[in-house]
T-cell receptor, first 116, second 109 residues
Framework: NAGVMQNPRHLVRRRGQEARLRCSPV?????VYWYRQLPEEGLKFMVY????????ESGMPKERFSAEFPKEGPSILRIQQVVRGDSAAYFC??????????????FGPGTRLTVL | KNEVEQSPQNLTAQEGEFITINCSYS?????LHWLQQHPGGGIVSLFM???GKKKHGRLIATINIQEKHSSLHITASHPRDSAVYIC???????????FGEGTQLTVNP
């Protein structure tokens, strides 16, 4: 999983603020996935993006959450008006350009969001 | 009922023991992943399987597509193997990974 970068590694926000989480995939990978791990729970899929396109956002909460993966730069997961229930570890993963069902996903170190 | 079930939830072993963690799934899949999450929280992809068996060092992963079951084996376990092991499947109908709840493994010296 070397190569997937996430920042910040730890993020503290007060209720009502915005949180921006960044993910730089492995060089050459054009498929990015975001997953959330709530405290004491398993990982859950949030969104799957290719460059400039959202492919599957069926795991994203309908409000306050958005994601993008621009042509240039990292993928961004944005949470507006954070609430305490948003406190979790957010992991990004990337896979190679083919994006076939059998591609390995390489995980980043995660961003741990704490909402006070 | 979860689409991916792991057992056991917790496993404690003595150094040197042979470890088996099981994963069963109830949906059609294109691939199954075994992941390792260390206490610091980082996730490492150990294996991706679509059939048969793979081996890497002391780790062996097998999958039986007909029975919808996979196992992760660790031979000659070591305290540094202590981690959460997570089974994840990629459904044939999409791109998302669906995860099991994980197995917390503790290997005592």
């Amino acid at each position: 999983n070397a190569g997937v970068m996430q920042n910040p590694r730890h993020l503290v926000r007060r209720r009502g603020q915005e949180a921006r989480l960044r993910c730089s995939p492995v060089k050459g990978h054009s498929h990015v996935y975001w997953y959330r791990q709530l405290p004491e729970e398993g990982l859950k899929f949030m969104v799957y993006l290719q460059k400039e396109n959202i492919i599957d956002e069926s795991g994203m909460p309908k409000e306050r959450f958005s994601a993008e993966f621009p042509k240039e730069g990292p993928s961004i997961l944005r949470i507006q008006q954070v609430v305490r229930g948003d406190s979790a570890a957010y992991f990004c993963a990337s896979s190679p350009v083919t994006g076939l069902g059998t591609d390995t996903q390489y995980f980043g170190p995660g961003t741990r969001l704490t909402v006070l | 009922k979860n689409e991916v079930e792991q057992s056991p939830q917790n496993l404690t072993a003595q150094e040197g023991e042979f470890i088996t963690i099981n994963c069963s799934y109830s949906v059609g899949i294109s691939a199954l992943h075994w992941l390792q999450q260390h206490p610091g929280g980082g996730i490492v992809s150990l294996f991706m399987l679509s059939s048969g068996k793979k081996k890497h060092g002391r780790l062996i992963a097998t999958i039986n597509i007909q029975e919808k079951h996979s196992s992760l084996h660790i031979t000659a376990s070591h305290p540094r193997d202590s981690a959460v092991y997570i089974c994840a499947v990629r459904l044939t109908s999409g791109s998302r990974l669906t995860f099991g709840e994980g197995t917390q493994l503790t290997v005592n010296p």
